[in-house]
């Protein structure tokens, strides 16, 4: 290719001059590859550098976003309108990838004892306690077999929340 690709970056908790920068350092590496694929080392830079490139720390302050000082770059969108909705959207992100993190790590079972993925476990909704799916059908079964589905309840012992 003799140019390098179009694009747009549109960002939540990042401010324009930030994006702007994100963009130049695009097209620098762009232009170091003129003629090469760029998009997956736009794609590496992104996941691997941005925190870098833009002196990141453990901090982000979440603004509305103000107009850009100087020359805009239009391929450059901040949209936070809203610094307490972006917050929830982060914490949702948060909270989404935590799941998905201990879906492929490996927990055992306290009711059987095996270990299995995460995957594999019932989230109670109730507490914060899981088990293995098979348990927890078997329990339901149990328990609707013999009436008593209004004790269908975490079953450790300290604990007794409500499944929901």
């Keep these: 290719a003799e140019a390098p ?21 695009l097209d620098a590496r762009a232009k170091e590859l003129l003629g090469s694929p760029v998009v997956f080392v736009w794609a590496d830079l992104l996941k691997s550098e941005t925190a870098s490139l833009l002196r990141l720390q453990d901090e982000i302050t979440l603004s509305i ?48 004892f095996s270990e299995k993925a995460g995957s594999q476990f019932a989230h109670l909704g109730g507490c914060s306690h899981s088990f293995c799916r098979d348990c927890m059908a078997e329990m339901a079964r149990l328990h ?12 450790r012992p300290d604990c007794r929340a ?3």
Aim: charged share 25%.
């Design 65 to 112: 976003t103000p107009e850009p000082t100087g020359e805009a770059d239009v391929r450059a969108v901040a949209s936070s309108s809203d610094p307490m909705a972006t917050l929830m959207l982060l914490l949702e992100y948060d909270q989404h990838m935590e799941i998905e993190l201990w879906k492929h790590q490996v927990h055992t079972c306290e009711i059987c």
């Design 5 to 25: 690709p179009e694009f747009h970056m549109s960002c939540e908790w990042l401010n324009s001059e930030e994006l702007m920068l994100l963009c130049a350092e």
């Design 144 to 155: 609707v077999s013999e009436g008593s589905i209004v004790e269908l309840k975490c079953p």
């Design 162 to 164: 409500e499944i929901r």
